[in-house]
């Protein structure tokens, strides 16, 4: 079967500890994968390295009609895979200086290269689409904690990327801000946007993947349905972490 999205024999070394050992994995247009497995165990490093905010040691990395040889990435390489992944990360990552609308217009203007008047309307629909329509203004400072991802989860969404990386979205969040930005993520999903996305919310997961693979040691140990991970687990490293988390 022809994967949109390909991630090849992908490892990451930091010093003598590799992180990510021989990581492959494919993923189907409009397919939401949902990453899930012990801390320390290569997780987020696996989204990092997609968007090169780490570089990679080994692999390859397909999007589409662009194939990259990860360890021999130019910086033209590198740019055009941002052009097409969105980032959402787990500590919302916002420029404090900036307001919402501000840090939504960021990747349009930098990466993409836009015209502030564009960048700027775009911003405007994004903050209608993420509930924040009268929230643009705000600094970072004023905003609740849900809101602030609300704002992350809308500058990825601006880019329209090819794929969307979330690395636990709401691990940063007080317990009453996780369903607001849980249910922000359903919404896009149900658009049929590709996803990756690590994530410790175990029943988020079960109900918003087409499939959830479970990593341990820098390695993909399973994958499946959720029905299969959560259910029928076939490995027994994958069954006593759910049974730790569950």
């Not at 990825?156 to 636990?168: I, P, T």
């Not at 693979?213 to 029928?232: H, L």
Request: include cysteine; proline fraction near 4%; aromatic fraction near 6%.
């Amino acid at each position: 079967m022809s994967c949109e999205i390909r991630i090849d024999k992908l490892v990451k070394r930091f010093g003598g500890n590799t992180v990510l050992n021989g990581i492959d994995l494919c993923l189907q247009p409009g397919e939401r994968v949902a990453i899930i497995g012990p801390s320390g165990t290569g997780k987020s490093t696996l989204l990092r390295c997609l968007n090169f905010l780490d570089r990679p040691d080994e692999g390859r990395f397909t999007l589409g009609d662009l194939s990259v040889d990860v360890a021999r990435a130019s910086k033209a390489d590198m740019l055009a895979i941002r052009r097409r992944t969105g980032f959402v990360f787990q500590n919302y990552a916002l420029f404090a200086n900036k307001t919402a609308r501000q840090n939504i217009m960021e990747g349009l203007t930098t990466v993409r290269n836009w015209p502030k008047p564009k960048a700027k309307a775009r911003a405007a629909e994004i903050l209608q689409q993420i509930g924040l329509g009268d929230r643009g203004d705000s600094y970072p400072s004023a905003l609740s904690g849900g809101q602030q991802q609300r704002v992350g989860i809308g500058r990825a969404m601006a880019l329209d990327a090819d794929l969307m990386l979330f690395d636990e979205p709401t691990s940063a969040l007080d317990p009453e801000w996780v369903g607001e930005v849980l249910d922000l993520i359903r919404r896009i999903a149900d658009g049929r946007q590709t996803m990756l996305i690590v994530t410790h919310e175990m029943q988020f997961a079960r109900e918003i993947a087409d499939r959830v693979v479970f990593m341990e040691g820098g390695r993909i140990v399973e994958q499946g349905p959720p029905a299969q991970i959560f259910g029928n687990a076939q490995d027994e490293r994958t069954r006593a972490f759910l049974r730790r988390v569950g």
